[in-house]
């Protein structure tokens, strides 16, 4: 049988950090540790994106420009800016490297190759893939290993376990006063009745709800990460028997809903039409409760969206190369 090709991969971001992450994630689920590119268009130019056109200085025939050749077989972008950089990437490549552009490009389906948007955004087309859950760099492998060799803090304590991911402020959400005493409150339930807390704080999270969550985790001898050495995110929600999260970031959702476990989602003031179809996607599908101070809700199949895109970009770019005749 003849040897699949392997692919080379650029990331194109403008290095936004939630932008890379889902880029990482796909590329790095094809098995691939691609290149990192990032744009920089200064003004007039970062004001015309996503229609561009690019930034002339950083033009693919420029020495130091993040799209100067050799060309990868694959390019994955996502954000405003990169959308430009990406069509200039595969005319300068004349049509040879395959684009793919995560989230909705705002330009239309013709933007990439292939395009992938979450179920509660709006563009459709015969490119465009779509699922529930954002990619993102959270493997089965990863899990499986997390679980295998839990750190002792977290081995130690008794089932049932519920991780507590906690978010914080953003540009839809806040959390007031009231929404901290609520949070507090649920989860004084939910440990009073025998689940074993163990829990982490993000960049975002406030003082007042890191200090009001520590409280909880002290009265009821829960692990509550303290900030110190390396985020134990992956380990928490590898042994987690249900996943509490604060409904701020679809991404935090979505990595939990890899796991398999019931995902209690806490809703501070705000919100997002977009985000709140999100939630309704997985609550249909049985991943998502509303948190109430209590256990909801059964396992099941984890949600991998990140394995999805990952085999759909495969399959298109093998496509694209026996279309010119590489195959």
């Not at 880029?23 to 094809?30: D, H, I, S, Y």
């Not at 693919?60 to 420009?65: A, D, E, K, L, V």
């Not at 077989?73 to 793919?100: E, M, P």
């Not at 190759?113 to 089965?140: A, K, Q, Y």
């Amino acid at each position: 049988m003849p040897v699949e090709p392997i692919p080379t991969i650029w990331v194109l971001t403008d290095g936004k950090a939630g932008d890379e992450i889902q880029c990482l994630g796909v590329a790095e689920r094809l098995g691939i540790t691609p290149e990192i590119r990032h744009i920089a268009p200064g003004r007039p130019w970062s004001w015309l994106m996503p229609r561009g056109p690019i930034d002339p200085r950083e033009a693919s025939h420029r020495p130091q420009s993040p799209i100067r050749p050799p060309f990868p077989d694959i390019v994955v972008a996502s954000g405003r800016r990169a959308a430009a950089y990406l069509r200039a990437v595969k005319k300068a490549s004349k049509g040879r490297t395959f684009t793919v552009f995560l989230k909705d490009p705002r330009i239309g389906a013709g933007a990439a190759d292939l395009i992938w948007v979450s179920e509660h955004d709006r563009l459709r087309g015969p490119n465009v893939l779509v699922t529930v859950t954002s990619p993102h760099r959270l493997s089965p492998g990863q899990l499986a290993q997390a679980r295998q060799s839990p750190p002792p803090a977290i081995a130690a304590l008794p089932r049932p376990r519920a991780a507590v991911m906690v978010g914080g402020d953003s540009r839809h959400h806040s959390f007031q006063p009231d929404d901290i005493v609520r949070f507090a409150n649920a989860l004084d339930a939910l440990a009073g009745s025998g689940v074993a807390l163990m829990g982490s704080r993000s960049r975002r999270t406030p003082d007042a709800l890191d200090k009001a969550i520590a409280e909880v985790f002290a009265r009821h001898g829960g692990w509550w990460w303290d900030g110190t050495g390396a985020n134990p995110y992956v380990p928490l929600l590898a042994n987690a028997d249900t996943v509490v999260v604060t409904a701020d970031s679809t991404n935090i959702v979505g990595e939990a809903a890899a796991t398999g476990a019931p995902l209690l989602v806490f809703e501070p003031h705000g919100g997002h039409s977009k985000f709140a179809r999100f939630l309704e996607a997985l609550k249909r599908q049985g991943v998502v409760h509303h948190f109430e101070g209590r256990l909801d809700g059964t396992r099941y199949d984890p949600i991998d969206s990140t394995g999805v895109i990952a085999e759909a970009v495969r399959q298109a770019w093998l496509r694209h190369r026996a279309e010119l005749g590489l195959a």
